[in-house]
């Protein structure tokens, strides 16, 4: 149940490079190899998104305590005066990288490395197909060579970011003395438009002892991440052709 009090929040916005697209050497006779990479978006999220985050209850409890005080704050410089309840969930708390495994590929989010891989290889083929389409296309319209080049381009990079969402270790109750966690991973694929929103996967494990996450160098760590990714790979594989 998210917890609700008067506060004030602010929520940074970042923004990530943009990748500039490789040149080809694609002559007018057939088009190279390529690969179309996707390109990794953190949008809104902030710096760490990158890594996993465990989001234990001391950071629930670090979080209350934190708004009370800028919430006693505020009214006071406010003359008692509130300035509106806003709750938040455990979800959106952005908890601290897990220590035991700093450089270990298992932390890495997935929409930085294995589902982008998973997707790209999609990305590639739909864009190839357009690309011999175009080509196809240029062929036959009395196009120069160099427009017959240009249309049988692969892009390096697709038009259709990707987006990550959760990609915590989180706990599962509040109270209590037990000390299970759930694996959470999230991503959307494409940027909102009007009636026409990102495709989004989430998956979530079960909730799980913290020493059984530990055990054997994190064994079942990495067993639910490859579940978390062939998920989320299955399900934004299908996102229609046009919305790439």
Request: charged share 25%.
């Amino acid at each position: 149940m998210a917890l609700s009090f008067v506060g004030v929040s602010a929520q940074a916005q970042v923004t990530v490079p943009e990748v500039p697209v490789r040149p080809t050497s694609a002559a007018a006779d057939a088009p190279a190899p390529h690969e179309t990479r996707l390109r990794f978006d953190r949008g809104t999220y902030k710096h760490g998104i990158e890594g996993l985050r465990v989001v234990k209850r001391q950071n629930t409890l670090n979080n209350v305590a934190g708004q009370v005080a800028l919430n006693v704050a505020v009214s006071l410089l406010a003359g008692g005066a509130t300035f509106g309840a806003r709750g938040f969930g455990k979800d959106e708390l952005a908890g601290d990288p897990l220590e035991d495994l700093q450089g270990d590929p298992v932390v890495v989010n997935p929409a930085i490395s294995d589902l982008n891989d998973a997707l790209s290889r999609v990305a590639t083929e739909i864009y190839r197909r357009r690309a011999a389409a175009a080509r196809e296309t240029a062929l036959q319209d009395g196009s120069t060579p160099e427009e017959i080049e240009e249309a049988s381009r692969i892009p390096a990079e697709a038009d259709t970011p990707l987006h990550p969402a959760a990609w915590h270790l989180i706990y599962e109750n509040l109270t209590g003395s037990d000390e299970l966690f759930r694996l959470k991973f999230g991503a959307e694929l494409g940027r909102g438009g009007f009636m026409r929103p990102p495709a989004v996967c989430a998956y979530q494990s079960e909730p799980i002892a913290w020493t059984e996450w530990q055990a054997d160098h994190w064994h079942r760590l990495r067993d639910e991440r490859a579940k978390a990714v062939a998920a989320c790979a299955e399900t934004l594989a299908a996102t229609p052709e046009n919305r790439w």
